[in-house]
Protein backbone atom coordinates (compact mmCIF):
# COMPACT_ATOMS: atom_id res chain seq x y z
CA UNK A 1 0.00 0.00 0.00
CA UNK A 2 0.75 3.86 -0.60
CA UNK A 3 2.85 5.03 2.84
CA UNK A 4 2.47 8.85 3.41
CA UNK A 5 5.43 10.16 5.36
CA UNK A 6 5.73 13.50 6.91
CA UNK A 7 8.76 15.93 5.40
CA UNK A 8 10.89 17.67 8.16
CA UNK A 9 14.16 19.57 7.45
CA UNK A 10 13.88 17.77 3.89
CA UNK A 11 13.73 14.50 5.22
CA UNK A 12 10.53 11.91 4.51
CA UNK A 13 10.35 11.21 8.38
CA UNK A 14 8.20 8.67 10.45
CA UNK A 15 6.50 10.77 13.20
CA UNK A 16 7.92 10.43 17.00
CA UNK A 17 5.12 8.14 18.32
CA UNK A 18 5.47 5.94 15.73
CA UNK A 19 1.62 5.45 14.89
CA UNK A 20 -0.18 5.64 11.29
CA UNK A 21 -3.31 5.71 9.70
CA UNK A 22 -4.79 4.02 6.86
CA UNK A 23 -6.95 6.36 4.33
CA UNK A 24 -10.13 4.41 3.20
CA UNK A 25 -11.41 5.37 -0.72
CA UNK A 26 -15.05 6.94 0.31
CA UNK A 27 -16.34 5.10 -2.95
CA UNK A 28 -15.84 1.95 -2.16
CA UNK A 29 -13.84 2.01 1.62
CA UNK A 30 -10.80 0.20 0.34
CA UNK A 31 -7.38 1.21 1.82
CA UNK A 32 -5.95 3.95 -0.08
CA UNK A 33 -2.60 5.01 1.62
CA UNK A 34 -1.29 4.69 5.01
CA UNK A 35 -0.48 8.13 6.54
CA UNK A 36 1.91 8.71 9.49
CA UNK A 37 0.77 10.74 11.98
CA UNK A 38 2.59 13.39 13.49
CA UNK A 39 2.54 14.70 17.29
CA UNK A 40 3.25 18.23 18.84
CA UNK A 41 7.01 17.49 19.06
CA UNK A 42 7.06 16.65 15.37
CA UNK A 43 5.15 20.16 14.46
CA UNK A 44 7.86 21.96 17.27
CA UNK A 45 10.56 20.10 14.97
CA UNK A 46 9.02 21.22 11.89
CA UNK A 47 8.99 24.49 12.98
CA UNK A 48 12.21 24.31 14.07
CA UNK A 49 13.86 23.54 10.92
CA UNK A 50 11.58 26.21 9.14
CA UNK A 51 13.36 28.87 11.59
CA UNK A 52 16.96 27.54 10.98
CA UNK A 53 16.74 28.06 6.79
CA UNK A 54 14.21 31.05 7.09
CA UNK A 55 17.85 33.58 7.07
CA UNK A 56 19.14 32.22 4.33
CA UNK A 57 15.87 31.50 2.27
CA UNK A 58 15.07 35.02 3.28
CA UNK A 59 18.31 36.28 2.02
CA UNK A 60 17.93 34.63 -1.51
CA UNK A 61 17.73 36.86 -4.46
CA UNK A 62 13.59 36.79 -5.50
CA UNK A 63 15.25 35.85 -9.00
CA UNK A 64 16.29 32.26 -7.14
CA UNK A 65 12.92 31.72 -5.72
CA UNK A 66 11.20 32.44 -8.68
CA UNK A 67 13.16 29.87 -10.54
CA UNK A 68 12.73 27.23 -8.41
CA UNK A 69 8.98 27.88 -7.95
CA UNK A 70 8.63 27.38 -11.86
CA UNK A 71 10.82 24.40 -11.67
CA UNK A 72 8.85 23.08 -9.07
CA UNK A 73 5.45 23.68 -10.93
CA UNK A 74 6.85 21.93 -13.66
CA UNK A 75 7.59 18.51 -11.27
CA UNK A 76 4.00 18.73 -10.46
CA UNK A 77 2.68 19.03 -14.29
CA UNK A 78 5.00 15.76 -14.50
CA UNK A 79 3.47 13.98 -11.43
CA UNK A 80 -0.12 14.95 -12.69
CA UNK A 81 -1.65 12.03 -12.95
CA UNK A 82 -0.15 10.46 -9.74
CA UNK A 83 -1.04 13.17 -8.14
CA UNK A 84 -4.63 13.17 -8.87
CA UNK A 85 -5.06 9.73 -8.73
CA UNK A 86 -4.22 9.48 -5.53
CA UNK A 87 -6.66 13.23 -4.72
CA UNK A 88 -9.73 11.34 -5.99
CA UNK A 89 -8.87 8.22 -3.74
CA UNK A 90 -8.61 9.82 -1.00
CA UNK A 91 -11.76 11.90 -1.22
CA UNK A 92 -13.95 11.09 -3.86
CA UNK A 93 -13.36 13.90 -6.52
CA UNK A 94 -13.99 12.77 -9.93
CA UNK A 95 -10.52 12.41 -11.79
CA UNK A 96 -11.02 15.07 -14.49
CA UNK A 97 -12.00 17.53 -11.62
CA UNK A 98 -8.51 16.17 -9.95
CA UNK A 99 -6.40 16.62 -12.44
CA UNK A 100 -7.89 19.93 -13.32
CA UNK A 101 -6.86 20.64 -9.73
CA UNK A 102 -3.14 19.87 -9.83
CA UNK A 103 -2.80 21.60 -12.73
CA UNK A 104 -4.39 25.03 -11.26
CA UNK A 105 -2.05 24.04 -8.43
CA UNK A 106 1.51 24.69 -10.61
CA UNK A 107 -0.12 27.38 -12.64
CA UNK A 108 -0.55 28.90 -8.79
CA UNK A 109 3.18 28.26 -8.29
CA UNK A 110 3.95 29.74 -11.92
CA UNK A 111 2.01 32.91 -10.46
CA UNK A 112 3.65 33.01 -7.52
CA UNK A 113 7.13 32.75 -8.81
CA UNK A 114 6.89 36.11 -11.04
CA UNK A 115 4.48 38.13 -8.47
CA UNK A 116 7.64 37.17 -6.04
CA UNK A 117 9.65 39.23 -8.76
CA UNK A 118 7.70 42.43 -8.65
CA UNK A 119 7.69 43.10 -4.79
CA UNK A 120 8.94 46.97 -5.40
CA UNK A 121 8.74 49.25 -2.51
CA UNK A 122 8.66 53.13 -2.27
CA UNK A 123 11.17 55.76 -2.31
CA UNK A 124 9.89 58.99 -0.63
CA UNK A 125 11.81 62.85 -0.65
CA UNK A 126 10.63 64.80 2.09
CA UNK A 127 13.54 67.85 2.40
CA UNK A 128 16.44 66.79 4.28
CA UNK A 129 15.29 63.17 4.53
CA UNK A 130 14.92 59.97 2.73
CA UNK A 131 11.80 57.40 3.47
CA UNK A 132 12.72 53.93 1.98
CA UNK A 133 9.44 51.84 2.26
CA UNK A 134 10.09 47.97 1.94
CA UNK A 135 8.52 44.91 2.19
CA UNK A 136 10.27 41.54 3.71
CA UNK A 137 8.82 38.77 4.60
CA UNK A 138 7.10 37.51 7.67
CA UNK A 139 8.91 34.80 8.96
CA UNK A 140 7.91 31.17 9.44
CA UNK A 141 4.47 30.71 8.44
CA UNK A 142 1.89 27.81 9.49
CA UNK A 143 -0.17 26.49 6.07
CA UNK A 144 -3.08 24.55 7.38
CA UNK A 145 -5.63 23.21 5.25
CA UNK A 146 -9.08 21.22 4.29
CA UNK A 147 -9.80 17.95 2.60
CA UNK A 148 -11.97 19.54 -0.13
CA UNK A 149 -9.05 21.08 -2.45
CA UNK A 150 -6.18 19.43 -0.60
CA UNK A 151 -3.72 20.23 -3.31
CA UNK A 152 -5.07 24.03 -4.92
CA UNK A 153 -5.83 25.47 -1.55
CA UNK A 154 -2.34 24.70 -0.38
CA UNK A 155 -0.49 25.88 -3.50
CA UNK A 156 -2.39 29.43 -2.82
CA UNK A 157 -0.20 29.30 0.56
CA UNK A 158 3.10 27.94 0.09
CA UNK A 159 3.41 29.51 -4.15
CA UNK A 160 2.75 33.09 -2.13
CA UNK A 161 4.67 32.26 1.42
CA UNK A 162 8.15 30.70 -0.94
CA UNK A 163 8.08 33.74 -3.05
CA UNK A 164 8.13 36.50 -0.29
CA UNK A 165 11.17 34.20 1.28
CA UNK A 166 9.02 32.87 4.09
CA UNK A 167 9.74 29.39 5.46
CA UNK A 168 6.95 27.27 5.94
CA UNK A 169 5.11 24.36 7.54
CA UNK A 170 2.07 22.50 6.42
CA UNK A 171 -0.40 20.67 7.76
CA UNK A 172 -3.18 19.02 5.77
CA UNK A 173 -6.79 17.53 6.62
CA UNK A 174 -6.27 14.24 8.16
CA UNK A 175 -9.32 13.69 6.08
CA UNK A 176 -7.38 13.88 2.84
CA UNK A 177 -3.33 14.32 3.29
CA UNK A 178 -2.02 12.04 0.74
CA UNK A 179 -2.31 14.55 -2.35
CA UNK A 180 -1.20 17.10 -0.40
CA UNK A 181 2.19 15.91 0.96
CA UNK A 182 2.64 14.55 -2.74
CA UNK A 183 2.11 18.14 -4.07
CA UNK A 184 4.81 19.72 -1.41
CA UNK A 185 7.18 16.91 -2.12
CA UNK A 186 7.45 17.78 -5.76
CA UNK A 187 7.70 21.03 -4.74
CA UNK A 188 10.53 20.00 -2.46
CA UNK A 189 12.17 17.73 -5.29
CA UNK A 190 12.65 21.47 -7.13
CA UNK A 191 15.93 21.77 -5.05
CA UNK A 192 14.22 23.77 -1.84
CA UNK A 193 17.44 24.00 0.85
CA UNK A 194 16.43 21.89 3.59
CA UNK A 195 13.34 22.86 6.20
CA UNK A 196 12.07 25.72 3.91
CA UNK A 197 9.08 23.51 3.23
CA UNK A 198 7.66 20.97 5.55
CA UNK A 199 4.84 19.31 6.25
CA UNK A 200 3.29 17.45 9.43
CA UNK A 201 0.18 15.49 9.64
CA UNK A 202 -1.94 14.92 12.62
CA UNK A 203 -5.17 16.26 14.28
CA UNK A 204 -6.05 19.83 14.17
CA UNK A 205 -6.71 20.09 18.14
CA UNK A 206 -2.65 18.43 18.71
CA UNK A 207 -0.49 19.19 15.53
CA UNK A 208 -2.57 22.00 14.21
CA UNK A 209 -2.97 24.11 17.76
CA UNK A 210 1.06 23.44 18.22
CA UNK A 211 1.41 25.50 14.84
CA UNK A 212 -0.97 28.18 15.66
CA UNK A 213 0.18 28.72 19.29
CA UNK A 214 4.23 28.29 19.09
CA UNK A 215 5.52 31.29 19.23
CA UNK A 216 8.36 30.26 16.11
CA UNK A 217 5.31 30.30 13.73
CA UNK A 218 4.57 34.52 12.92
CA UNK A 219 1.75 33.81 10.90
CA UNK A 220 -1.07 31.24 10.28
CA UNK A 221 -2.58 30.71 6.88
CA UNK A 222 -5.87 28.81 7.43
CA UNK A 223 -8.78 27.34 5.37
CA UNK A 224 -11.39 25.13 6.62
CA UNK A 225 -14.80 26.01 8.84
CA UNK A 226 -15.39 29.21 10.44
CA UNK A 227 -15.72 27.79 13.94
CA UNK A 228 -11.90 27.11 13.82
CA UNK A 229 -10.93 29.72 12.49
CA UNK A 230 -12.46 31.51 15.29
CA UNK A 231 -10.28 29.50 17.39
CA UNK A 232 -7.64 30.04 15.51
CA UNK A 233 -7.97 34.06 15.53
CA UNK A 234 -8.31 33.64 19.42
CA UNK A 235 -5.44 31.43 20.02
CA UNK A 236 -2.76 33.85 17.88
CA UNK A 237 -4.13 36.59 19.17
CA UNK A 238 -2.05 35.71 22.01
CA UNK A 239 1.20 36.93 20.45
CA UNK A 240 -0.70 39.08 17.96
CA UNK A 241 0.58 36.73 14.97
CA UNK A 242 -0.81 37.36 11.71
CA UNK A 243 -3.68 35.53 10.28
CA UNK A 244 -5.87 35.09 7.35
CA UNK A 245 -8.45 33.02 7.41
CA UNK A 246 -10.07 31.58 4.38
CA UNK A 247 -14.22 30.42 5.89
CA UNK A 248 -16.71 28.91 5.28
CA UNK A 249 -19.46 30.35 2.87
CA UNK A 250 -22.66 30.30 1.43
CA UNK A 251 -23.43 31.52 -1.85
CA UNK A 252 -26.12 32.91 -3.32
CA UNK A 253 -27.17 33.22 -7.16
CA UNK A 254 -29.46 35.66 -8.51
CA UNK A 255 -31.04 34.95 -11.91
CA UNK A 256 -32.81 38.26 -13.10
CA UNK A 257 -35.40 37.65 -15.94
CA UNK A 258 -33.15 39.44 -18.01
CA UNK A 259 -30.52 36.48 -17.84
CA UNK A 260 -29.58 33.78 -20.57
CA UNK A 261 -31.91 31.26 -18.62
CA UNK A 262 -29.78 28.44 -20.41
CA UNK A 263 -26.50 29.84 -19.33
CA UNK A 264 -27.90 30.41 -15.95
CA UNK A 265 -29.26 27.15 -15.48
CA UNK A 266 -26.03 25.34 -16.70
CA UNK A 267 -24.02 27.47 -13.93
CA UNK A 268 -26.31 26.76 -11.16
CA UNK A 269 -25.85 23.05 -11.48
CA UNK A 270 -22.01 23.30 -12.15
CA UNK A 271 -21.49 25.14 -8.88
CA UNK A 272 -23.65 23.68 -6.56
CA UNK A 273 -22.79 19.92 -7.41
CA UNK A 274 -19.83 20.07 -8.38
CA UNK A 275 -17.49 18.31 -6.36
CA UNK A 276 -20.72 17.02 -4.49
CA UNK A 277 -21.52 20.41 -3.58
CA UNK A 278 -18.39 20.17 -1.03
CA UNK A 279 -16.72 24.01 -2.07
CA UNK A 280 -16.68 26.99 0.19
CA UNK A 281 -18.12 29.03 -2.57
CA UNK A 282 -20.96 26.52 -4.15
CA UNK A 283 -24.38 27.82 -4.76
CA UNK A 284 -25.90 27.28 -1.83
CA UNK A 285 -29.24 29.71 -2.53
CA UNK A 286 -30.78 29.99 -5.78
CA UNK A 287 -33.06 33.20 -6.15
CA UNK A 288 -34.66 33.60 -9.14
CA UNK A 289 -37.29 36.06 -10.58
CA UNK A 290 -40.94 34.85 -9.99
CA UNK A 291 -41.35 35.36 -14.37
CA UNK A 292 -38.60 33.05 -15.20
CA UNK A 293 -38.77 30.87 -12.02
CA UNK A 294 -41.04 28.00 -13.99
CA UNK A 295 -38.30 28.06 -17.15
CA UNK A 296 -35.45 28.37 -15.22
CA UNK A 297 -36.51 25.41 -12.33
CA UNK A 298 -37.00 23.02 -15.42
CA UNK A 299 -33.82 23.59 -17.08
CA UNK A 300 -31.93 22.99 -13.29
CA UNK A 301 -33.34 19.87 -13.23
CA UNK A 302 -33.20 18.53 -16.93
CA UNK A 303 -29.49 19.45 -16.20
CA UNK A 304 -29.41 17.56 -13.02
CA UNK A 305 -30.64 14.63 -14.53
CA UNK A 306 -27.97 14.34 -17.26
CA UNK A 307 -25.24 14.41 -14.41
CA UNK A 308 -23.38 10.98 -14.10
CA UNK A 309 -23.06 9.90 -10.76
CA UNK A 310 -20.10 6.73 -10.31
CA UNK A 311 -16.85 5.93 -9.48
CA UNK A 312 -14.72 8.87 -9.65
CA UNK A 313 -11.67 7.30 -11.45
CA UNK A 314 -13.77 6.80 -14.54
CA UNK A 315 -13.04 9.80 -16.93
CA UNK A 316 -16.51 10.26 -18.16
CA UNK A 317 -18.06 10.33 -14.61
CA UNK A 318 -19.11 14.38 -13.08
CA UNK A 319 -20.17 13.17 -9.68
CA UNK A 320 -18.14 10.63 -7.42
CA UNK A 321 -19.13 10.17 -3.34
CA UNK A 322 -19.19 12.66 -1.06
CA UNK A 323 -15.90 12.88 1.22
CA UNK A 324 -17.50 10.79 4.27
CA UNK A 325 -20.62 9.54 5.89
CA UNK A 326 -20.69 12.51 8.71
CA UNK A 327 -20.89 14.93 5.64
CA UNK A 328 -23.44 12.66 3.97
CA UNK A 329 -25.58 12.95 6.85
CA UNK A 330 -25.42 16.56 7.44
CA UNK A 331 -27.29 16.68 4.01
CA UNK A 332 -29.80 14.42 5.00
CA UNK A 333 -30.61 16.37 7.86
CA UNK A 334 -30.57 19.61 5.98
CA UNK A 335 -32.87 18.37 3.33
CA UNK A 336 -35.21 16.88 5.91
CA UNK A 337 -35.72 19.83 7.42
CA UNK A 338 -36.38 21.65 4.85
CA UNK A 339 -39.27 19.33 3.99
CA UNK A 340 -40.58 19.31 7.08
CA UNK A 341 -40.85 23.10 6.74
CA UNK A 342 -42.16 22.74 3.43
CA UNK A 343 -40.20 22.45 0.79
CA UNK A 344 -41.00 20.41 -2.31
CA UNK A 345 -38.01 17.86 -3.67
CA UNK A 346 -38.22 18.12 -7.37
CA UNK A 347 -35.09 15.62 -7.84
CA UNK A 348 -32.59 13.74 -5.61
CA UNK A 349 -32.80 13.88 -2.32
CA UNK A 350 -31.35 10.16 -1.58
CA UNK A 351 -28.89 7.73 -2.44
CA UNK A 352 -28.44 6.15 -5.53
CA UNK A 353 -29.15 2.58 -5.92
CA UNK A 354 -27.37 -0.25 -7.78
CA UNK A 355 -24.12 -2.32 -6.60
CA UNK A 356 -21.39 0.26 -7.67
CA UNK A 357 -22.86 2.50 -5.00
CA UNK A 358 -23.36 0.18 -1.99
CA UNK A 359 -20.28 0.70 0.04
CA UNK A 360 -19.28 4.63 -0.73
CA UNK A 361 -21.10 7.67 0.48
CA UNK A 362 -22.72 8.40 -3.06
CA UNK A 363 -25.83 10.70 -3.14
CA UNK A 364 -27.88 11.95 -5.93
CA UNK A 365 -27.79 16.13 -6.49
CA UNK A 366 -30.88 17.52 -5.26
CA UNK A 367 -32.91 19.93 -6.25
CA UNK A 368 -35.73 21.70 -4.23
CA UNK A 369 -38.20 24.28 -4.66
CA UNK A 370 -40.55 26.22 -1.95
CA UNK A 371 -37.62 26.92 0.50
CA UNK A 372 -37.53 29.81 2.69
CA UNK A 373 -34.95 31.50 5.13
CA UNK A 374 -36.12 29.80 8.59
CA UNK A 375 -34.70 26.42 7.06
CA UNK A 376 -31.21 25.68 7.62
CA UNK A 377 -29.57 24.96 4.79
CA UNK A 378 -30.87 28.30 3.98
CA UNK A 379 -28.73 29.45 6.66
CA UNK A 380 -25.64 27.25 7.48
CA UNK A 381 -23.42 25.39 4.73
CA UNK A 382 -24.98 22.41 3.90
CA UNK A 383 -21.30 21.03 1.95
CA UNK A 384 -23.58 18.77 0.50
CA UNK A 385 -25.24 18.37 -3.44
CA UNK A 386 -28.11 20.94 -2.95
CA UNK A 387 -29.34 23.42 -4.63
CA UNK A 388 -32.43 25.22 -3.22
CA UNK A 389 -34.43 27.31 -5.39
CA UNK A 390 -36.32 30.37 -4.50
CA UNK A 391 -38.55 33.15 -6.12
CA UNK A 392 -38.28 36.69 -5.68
CA UNK A 393 -39.73 39.63 -7.45
CA UNK A 394 -37.72 42.96 -7.83
CA UNK A 395 -34.55 43.84 -7.36
CA UNK A 396 -34.80 44.88 -3.54
CA UNK A 397 -35.89 41.78 -2.22
CA UNK A 398 -32.78 39.61 -4.44
CA UNK A 399 -30.48 42.14 -2.56
CA UNK A 400 -32.12 41.60 0.72
CA UNK A 401 -32.16 37.75 0.45
CA UNK A 402 -28.72 37.54 -0.93
CA UNK A 403 -27.28 39.69 1.98
CA UNK A 404 -29.43 37.97 4.27
CA UNK A 405 -26.56 35.49 6.09
CA UNK A 406 -23.79 35.24 8.00
CA UNK A 407 -21.45 34.72 5.43
CA UNK A 408 -19.53 36.75 2.19
CA UNK A 409 -17.51 34.98 0.46
CA UNK A 410 -19.06 34.58 -3.22
CA UNK A 411 -22.06 35.34 -4.93
CA UNK A 412 -23.25 35.26 -8.70
CA UNK A 413 -25.64 37.62 -10.45
CA UNK A 414 -27.28 36.69 -13.88
CA UNK A 415 -28.64 39.32 -16.28
CA UNK A 416 -28.24 40.74 -19.04
CA UNK A 417 -27.92 44.30 -18.08
CA UNK A 418 -24.73 46.26 -17.22
CA UNK A 419 -26.48 48.71 -15.75
CA UNK A 420 -27.87 46.10 -12.95
CA UNK A 421 -25.27 43.80 -12.76
CA UNK A 422 -22.75 46.92 -11.86
CA UNK A 423 -25.96 48.08 -9.29
CA UNK A 424 -26.46 44.64 -7.47
CA UNK A 425 -22.79 43.57 -7.17
CA UNK A 426 -22.15 47.13 -5.38
CA UNK A 427 -24.79 45.94 -2.99
CA UNK A 428 -23.88 42.32 -2.31
CA UNK A 429 -21.68 41.90 0.57
CA UNK A 430 -19.84 39.26 -0.98
CA UNK A 431 -15.83 39.22 -1.21
CA UNK A 432 -15.86 37.71 -4.98
CA UNK A 433 -19.00 38.47 -7.50
CA UNK A 434 -19.37 36.36 -10.63
CA UNK A 435 -21.98 38.26 -13.14
CA UNK A 436 -22.74 35.45 -15.70
CA UNK A 437 -19.67 33.37 -14.96
CA UNK A 438 -19.76 30.69 -12.72
CA UNK A 439 -16.85 30.60 -11.06
CA UNK A 440 -14.70 33.19 -9.46
CA UNK A 441 -11.38 31.74 -9.24
CA UNK A 442 -8.63 33.73 -10.97
CA UNK A 443 -5.08 33.99 -9.82
CA UNK A 444 -4.82 37.30 -10.87
CA UNK A 445 -7.57 38.72 -8.95
CA UNK A 446 -7.44 38.60 -4.69
CA UNK A 447 -10.28 36.13 -3.42
CA UNK A 448 -11.23 36.04 0.58
CA UNK A 449 -14.57 36.66 2.67
CA UNK A 450 -16.43 39.45 4.13
CA UNK A 451 -17.75 38.81 7.58
CA UNK A 452 -17.97 35.56 8.79
CA UNK A 453 -16.51 33.82 5.80
CA UNK A 454 -13.03 35.23 6.72
CA UNK A 455 -10.16 38.04 7.09
CA UNK A 456 -7.12 38.22 4.60
CA UNK A 457 -7.54 37.80 0.51
CA UNK A 458 -5.46 34.89 -1.57
CA UNK A 459 -4.07 35.16 -4.71
CA UNK A 460 -3.09 38.15 -6.31
CA UNK A 461 -0.14 40.75 -5.49
CA UNK A 462 -2.57 40.86 -2.41
CA UNK A 463 -2.16 37.21 -1.42
CA UNK A 464 1.76 37.78 -1.82
CA UNK A 465 1.55 40.92 -0.02
CA UNK A 466 -0.61 39.08 3.18
CA UNK A 467 3.01 36.84 3.74
CA UNK A 468 5.49 40.08 4.08
CA UNK A 469 5.77 42.99 6.61
CA UNK A 470 6.46 46.58 5.49
CA UNK A 471 9.24 48.45 6.90
CA UNK A 472 10.04 52.26 7.20
CA UNK A 473 13.69 52.98 7.02
CA UNK A 474 14.24 56.98 7.21
CA UNK A 475 17.74 58.49 5.83
CA UNK A 476 18.75 61.88 7.15
CA UNK A 477 20.63 63.36 4.77
P1 LIG B 1 -11.83 22.25 9.41
O1 LIG B 1 -11.89 23.62 9.99
O2 LIG B 1 -12.46 21.14 10.17
O3 LIG B 1 -10.31 21.82 9.19
C1 LIG B 1 -9.41 22.55 8.39
C2 LIG B 1 -7.99 22.28 8.86
O4 LIG B 1 -7.83 22.83 10.16
C3 LIG B 1 -7.64 20.82 8.97
O5 LIG B 1 -6.29 20.63 8.54
C4 LIG B 1 -7.77 20.55 10.45
O6 LIG B 1 -6.99 19.46 10.89
C5 LIG B 1 -7.26 21.86 11.01
N1 LIG B 1 -7.70 22.17 12.38
C6 LIG B 1 -8.83 21.78 13.01
N2 LIG B 1 -8.84 22.25 14.28
C7 LIG B 1 -7.71 22.98 14.43
C8 LIG B 1 -7.15 23.72 15.51
N3 LIG B 1 -7.76 23.81 16.71
N4 LIG B 1 -5.97 24.35 15.32
C9 LIG B 1 -5.34 24.28 14.13
N5 LIG B 1 -5.81 23.57 13.08
C10 LIG B 1 -6.99 22.93 13.23
O7 LIG B 1 -12.44 22.36 7.95
P2 LIG B 1 -12.71 21.17 6.89
O8 LIG B 1 -13.91 20.40 7.34
O9 LIG B 1 -11.45 20.46 6.60
O10 LIG B 1 -13.07 22.02 5.57
C11 LIG B 1 -14.37 22.41 5.21
C12 LIG B 1 -14.57 23.88 5.54
O11 LIG B 1 -13.58 24.66 4.88
C13 LIG B 1 -15.90 24.44 5.05
O12 LIG B 1 -16.46 25.26 6.05
C14 LIG B 1 -15.52 25.27 3.84
O13 LIG B 1 -16.39 26.31 3.52
C15 LIG B 1 -14.18 25.77 4.25
N6 LIG B 1 -13.43 26.17 3.07
C16 LIG B 1 -13.19 27.50 2.86
C17 LIG B 1 -12.52 27.91 1.73
C18 LIG B 1 -12.25 29.37 1.47
O14 LIG B 1 -11.39 29.68 0.64
N7 LIG B 1 -12.92 30.29 2.12
C19 LIG B 1 -12.05 26.97 0.82
C20 LIG B 1 -12.31 25.62 1.07
C21 LIG B 1 -12.99 25.24 2.21
Request: net charge negative.
Given at each position: MYRSMMLINGEQVEGASGRSEIIHNPANQEPVAEVVIGDVSDAVRALEAARHAFPEWSSSSPKIRCNLLHDAAEIVRQRADHIAELLTMEMGKPIRDSRREVLSAADSLDYFAEEGLRNTGDWIATGDTRSIVTKQPIGVVSLITPWNYPVELLAWKAGPALAAGCTAVAKPSSLAPVAATEFIMAIND??????VLNIVHGSGDTVGAELVT?????KISFTGETSTGRWIMEAAARHLKRVSLELGGHAPMIVFDDADIDAAAGACVRRAFGNMGQ?????NRVYVDDAIADDFTEKVIRRTLDLRIG???????DLGPMVSGAQRRKTVEHIEDALRKGARLLCGGREPEGDLFAKGYYFMPTVLS??????RMMREETFGPVAPIMRFSGEEEAVRLANDTEYGLAAYIYTDSMRRAIRISERIEAGSIGVNVGSVIDHHAPFGGWKQSGIGRELSHRGLEEYMEIKHIRLGL
Open positions: AGLPPGNPISRVCISVNPLDPEVDVDHTM
